[in-house]
Structure formats: structure tokens, C-alpha cells
């Protein structure tokens, strides 16, 4: 399993990358690599309003459909359209090609709240 040291995890082992008051968002390795083949991702519209810890997307694995929840507040200003026609990004480049969406971070005090790689490493090992 990869966990890169300059993102922030949550424990519904969605990932975050922060560049000023924007987060990009995607779904973890160990994340992916426990779905499965992603054959489908159903991303949230530009504009919508996010809560932390709030379902805003769904990814169809030929395993099951999972909720993907935002890690943190805000509006979604971009979304990796690539996923519509290539959802297998998702499971061949997670910290990558296969983000998901992107917010505008209402609150960047939540970042503060999400795991660095090493206690989420510590997570995913005790599970």
C-alpha cells in the first residue's frame, strides 16, 4: 500500500492534497485496492455545497457501491471528468489520474481534524 506524506486522510479513507484554500479529493489505496475493479464513479456537480463527513459521490466497483464522503467543507469547483469514460483511474493512479473532485475549503481548521500518512498507515494496519 502507498501513503504519500503530503496528504491528509480520513477514516472513510478518502484522501486530501491542499494547495492554498483548495482541496483535491480521491479515495486512499487500501481504499481501492478493497473495492476492486471500479467500473463506474458518480461525481457531485460544480457548485454544490459539501459538508465534512457528508456523502457527495458514489464509485461502482464490480464488488459493491461505496459512498464517497467529503473529508472536508466547501463547494465543489472541479471534478475529474476523465473518470465518466476512464472510472479505472480510480484504481490504477488513486493519488493521481484518479482524483475525484476538488473543493473550495469553507473552514481550513477541518484539515486539522484528518490523520497524516503515518496515522492513517497505523488505521489501516489495526483493521
Excluded at 469514460?85 to 477541518?110: K, S
Amino acid at each position: 500500500m502507498d501513503y504519500p506524506e503530503h496528504l491528509k486522510y480520513s477514516n472513510e479513507h478518502e484522501w486530501v492534497a491542499v494547495d492554498g484554500t483548495r482541496a483535491r479529493i480521491g479515495i486512499t489505496d487500501y481504499a481501492q485496492d478493497a473495492l476492486g475493479d471500479v467500473v463506474f464513479v458518480s461525481l457531485p456537480a460544480v457548485g454544490t455545497p459539501v459538508v465534512a463527513h457528508g456523502s457527495c459521490a458514489e464509485v461502482e466497483s464490480t464488488k459493491s457501491v461505496s459512498e464517497i464522503y467529503a473529508p472536508v467543507s466547501g463547494e465543489v469547483v472541479e471534478v475529474n471528468a476523465a473518470l465518466e469514460t476512464a472510472p479505472e483511474q480510480v484504481n490504477a493512479d488513486p493519488y493521481g489520474d484518479g482524483w475525484i473532485f476538488a473543493v473550495e475549503l469553507r473552514d481550513p481548521a477541518e484539515l486539522d481534524a484528518l490523520m497524516d500518512a503515518a496515522a492513517y498507515r497505523l488505521m489501516v494496519e489495526e483493521a
